[in-house]
């Protein structure tokens, strides 16, 4: 089914995989601040309630979003002030640790990126360069960057048990938070059973936060919309806004490989990133 909508990604932590998505004019997911304790002793508001909400949400978007292809509006900027070209592009997801985004150009593709579990791949068509790294062996600043790009994009956070037992109360938002390996995650979850936002941070190399700011719920699920990823301690932001979603039954594995021509000039992440600035994305 296909739904149609008014046209209107650390620093040295993810911030190079976030300047990468942002840059291709665009990707990566979240704040662990502002969760201090503050108990609302509403019925509404209990812990249990939420919990149950949120759970049977993440679920049917789960069952709804295992493969996903979505046509994506994207506004980047550099501070509140300083706004950048928009630009569209195709965006691909495919449970549980895969996407693809390719962000058009006024004459082909700008640039094509794309992650599956850890390996992370992107080529600059007009340069022809190229970088394809694998998290656990580069220094890439995260691991696993399929999953954190598929979870960011369709909001599938699975949070666990101990997280919504500790969880703090900030205002009437619900904030559980746990830690991946050695990053934290946050996620603000509202009386919906929907996320707000979400966050990514590792003490000492700041963080990424994804706010969710409209979800499409023609689909029997709701469904990120608009989003805005920025760099918690940088200027860099991005908004998406999802023009036309269409779900699948299950992902084509071919349509999210990223081809590299064997001619491709090969980079460093590092050397991806300067390439992108000069040409002005970042």
């Not at 500790?166 to 929907?194: I, K, M, N, Q, Y």
């Not at 990120?224 to 023009?243: C, K, M, N, Q, W």
Request: aromatic letters at 6%.
């Amino acid at each position: 089914m296909t739904v149609r909508r008014a046209t209107p990604l650390q620093r040295p932590l993810a911030a190079a995989a976030l300047a990468a998505l942002i840059a291709g004019a665009a990707l990566f997911a979240l704040i662990a601040a502002g969760c201090a304790p503050h108990l609302v002793p509403v019925a509404e508001l209990t812990r249990d309630a939420r919990a149950s909400r949120y759970r049977t949400q993440l679920a049917a978007r789960e069952s709804l979003g295992a493969a996903v292809d979505e046509r994506v509006v994207l506004w980047p900027r550099r501070t509140r002030e300083i706004r950048l070209p928009s630009a569209e592009g195709r965006l691909l997801l495919a449970a549980p640790d895969a996407f693809r985004l390719r962000i058009d150009a006024v004459v082909g593709t700008a640039i094509d990126l794309g992650a599956r579990g850890d390996s992370l791949t992107a080529y600059v068509p007009s340069r022809r360069q190229a970088v394809a790294l694998d998290a656990a062996r580069d220094t890439l600043g995260l691991l696993a960057p399929g999953g954190l790009g598929f979870r960011t994009m369709s909001a599938t956070w699975r949070i666990p048990d101990g997280a919504w037992r500790d969880a703090a109360w900030a205002d009437t938002l619900l904030c559980p938070r746990w830690l991946e390996r050695d990053d934290t995650v946050a996620v603000a979850v509202g009386s919906h059973g929907l996320p707000v936002w979400a966050s990514l941070t590792r003490a000492g190399h700041g963080g990424v936060r994804v706010a969710y700011r409209q979800w499409d719920r023609s689909n029997g699920a709701p469904w990120p919309a608009v989003l805005e990823i920025s760099d918690l301690h940088g200027p860099l932001a991005v908004t998406f806004r999802i023009s036309v979603m269409r779900f699948e039954r299950r992902p084509d594995a071919a349509r999210l490989v990223v081809p590299i021509p064997a001619t491709a000039e090969r980079l460093t992440f590092a050397e991806l990133k300067r390439v992108l600035e000069r040409l002005g994305v970042m």
